[in-house]
T-cell receptor
Framework: AQTVTQSQPEMSVQEAETVTLSCTYDTSESDYYLFWYKQPPSRQMILVIRQEAYKQQNATENRFSVNFQKAAKSFSLKISDSQLGDAAMYFCAYRPPTYSGAGSYQLTFGKGTKLSVIP | GAGVSQSPSNKVTEKGKDVELRCDPISGHTALYWYRQSLGQGLEFLIY????????KSGLPSDRFSAERTGGSVSTLTIQRTQQEDSAVYLC???????????????FGPGTRLTVL
């Protein structure tokens, strides 16, 4: 079974600074998908960024970027120019490849990292 | 609709009662997922619906849990004879699964917080 590990239960960052959240995963597949979701106190899970494993280029979305190291099975999220609105729980998630069969498309989540932004 | 909606937002019930939680996915999305988020267990997959195919129920924790999806759209998660350990946030997500190899990004609703007294 796949596992996703987020080793930092809590992180803090000064407003306007940069922070990196760590995520490692375990899989025997070569093609899969990785996601970072943000969950503010409102409970709404919001997609931050996604990465296809077959793509070597790291995904970026405005101030958010990832460092995808496939061999090391590492998928860290970098938030640049942190803003107060970035404060939330961040979850790393893994999705297996489409060919892995029916019922295999659920996400496996890490335990989450609580990010605080200090004004 | 614009996004995934869930109702009720919060539900308080007494141990032993049945509850129904509703999810309305994004219009046109063929796949629908239920997850449970609890303090001790994190986010866990419960059940998956895809079009008219038989659902994947492999994540349901007991036979007290069931779900249906009517007309390929709205889904209801039912918990019978609720127990205190059922207290959690129940999240619904939908995705547009059309092409093999597609990213199939799941978009989540705001969840239902269930409290069993």
């Amino acid at each position: 079974a796949q596992t996703v590990t987020q080793s930092q239960p809590e992180m803090s960052v000064q407003e306007a600074e940069t922070v990196t959240l760590s995520c490692t995963y375990d899989t025997s597949e070569s093609d899969y998908y990785l996601f970072w979701y943000k969950q503010p106190p409102s409970r709404q899970m919001i997609l931050v960024i996604r990465q296809e494993a077959y793509k070597q280029q790291n995904a970026t979305e405005n101030r958010f970027s990832v460092n995808f190291q496939k061999a090391a099975k590492s998928f860290s999220l970098k938030i640049s120019d942190s803003q107060l609105g970035d404060a939330a729980m961040y979850f790393c998630a893994y999705r297996p490849p489409t060919y892995s069969g029916a019922g295999s498309y659920q996400l496996t989540f890490g335990k989450g990292t609580k990010l605080s932004v200090i004004p | 609709g614009a996004g995934v909606s869930q109702s009720p937002s919060n539900k308080v019930t007494e141990k032993g009662k049945d509850v129904e939680l509703r999810c309305d996915p994004i219009s046109g999305h063929t796949a629908l997922y239920w997850y449970r988020q609890s303090l001790g267990q994190g986010l866990e997959f419960l059940i998956y619906f895809q079009g008219n195919s038989a659902p994947d129920k492999s994540g349901l924790p007991s036979d007290r849990f069931s779900a249906e999806r009517t007309g390929g759209s709205v889904s209801t998660l039912t918990i019978q004879r609720t127990q205190q350990e059922d207290s959690a946030v129940y999240l619904c997500a939908s995705s547009s699964r059309r092409l093999a190899g597609s990213t199939d990004t799941q978009y989540f609703g705001p969840g239902t917080r269930l409290t069993v007294l």
